[in-house]
């Protein structure tokens, strides 16, 4: 199966039907190919059991959650103690891997390893991932920057609603190659599912019937095609004008608040830098310190009416010169 990237063919390669199936949910947003050289090869396996992490001291570990180890030849592995184990291998532009079913079944976690296993090829190609929903309007995107549940897709489902068009519910790649005039910095599309929980959903009547009845206590987020629901939802790329840091506020009325370049960087960091990546840091700083210093960033605080969000932000984006 290959796709294209913005000019990077991708091949995704396994020998399950259900794995080639999600890669191409997941990623039918973007024009298949065939008979191309890839230039960057994912290939996956489901396996019994969760491989065992290598005996080498790791050189990141997150709690539980993952662990990784410096290997020979420019190799990486990605250990994930609960779903499996990815080696990225940057000399050959492929990353292999071994997951366990659960993988599949729990919630967001094959997307996100597959977004794990290519965001290292994809940074030395020149394209920068940043965790924010991305959207454009006009020929001016904004990025909505925040943790989960700060308000990143109800926001970003009310701009969509409103003629705005998607570059990506979760992560956009942001690329500062020349191609575009030295005030801007632009953000390209990367595909997936939209994912809301059910409170989000109800919000908005095109979307009520995918939230499941009765309601159900702690349900995970559902996920949809942003195309089927809203017309011709995808654009390419287009230059960051503004970034918004969301975060529910409990108010009558939302309320913005301009941050200086430094809280901007801050903001950004957490959200957008791979700490085991120590080769590509500098370059990924560089263009978060352009990014803040050509895009105007302001802490959103949300009110109740998400109907006022389109206008307050487009007047914002619209202004900057």
């Known amino acids: 199966m290959l796709m294209d990237l913005h000019g990077i063919v991708i091949a995704f390669e396994?020998?399950?039907?259900?794995?080639?199936?999600?890669?191409?949910?997941?990623f039918a947003s973007r024009p298949r190919l065939s008979e191309r050289h890839a230039g960057i090869t994912f290939a996956l396996r489901l396996v019994p059991s969760v491989p065992p992490a290598p005996?080498?001291?790791?050189?990141?570990?997150?709690?539980?959650?993952l662990s990784v180890h410096a290997a020979p030849d420019r190799c990486t592995i990605l250990h994930f103690p609960r779903f499996g184990q990815l080696s990225v291998d940057l000399g050959a532009g492929r990353t292999s891997g071994d997951i366990v079913a659960e993988a599949l079944s729990t919630y967001g976690v094959l997307e996100d390893l597959c977004a794990m296993g290519l965001t290292a090829h994809l940074r030395r190609r020149g394209f920068f991932p940043i965790h924010a929903f991305a959207a454009a309007l006009e020929g001016r995107a904004l990025l909505l920057v925040g943790a989960i549940g700060s308000g990143k897709t109800t926001t970003g489902i009310s701009l969509l609603r409103s003629g705005w068009k998607l570059l990506s519910n979760d992560s956009p790649l942001l690329q500062d190659d020349g191609r575009t005039t030295t005030d801007v910095l632009c953000a390209y599309a990367y595909p997936g599912l939209v994912s809301a929980y059910m409170d989000t959903l109800r919000r908005f009547p095109?979307?009520?019937?995918l939230a499941p009845t009765p309601a159900i206590a702690g349900a995970p987020k559902v996920s949809f095609a942003a195309e089927s629901?809203?017309?011709?939802?995808?654009?390419?790329?287009?230059?960051?004008?503004?970034?918004?840091?969301?975060?529910?506020?409990?108010r009558g009325a939302h309320a913005l608040a301009r941050l200086s370049e430094a809280d901007a960087l801050?903001?950004?960091?957490?959200?957008?830098i791979d700490r085991w990546d120590a080769e590509m840091i500098p370059a990924h700083l560089r263009l978060l310190r352009s990014l803040v210093g050509r895009a105007p960033a302001y802490a959103l605080d949300l009110g109740e009416a998400v109907e006022g969000l389109p206008g307050l932000l487009n007047a914002v984006v619209s202004s900057v010169p």
């Open 229 to 250: 629901v809203y017309p011709e939802a995808w654009i390419e790329s287009a230059p960051v004008s503004a970034i918004f840091f969301p975060r529910v506020a409990h």
């Open 266 to 272: 801050r903001g950004l960091l957490p959200h957008a």
């Open 206 to 209: 095109e979307l009520a019937g």
């Open 14 to 26: 396994s020998p399950d039907t259900l794995l080639l199936k999600r890669w191409a949910e997941s």
């Open 55 to 65: 005996q080498t001291e790791p050189i990141y570990a997150q709690a539980d959650l």
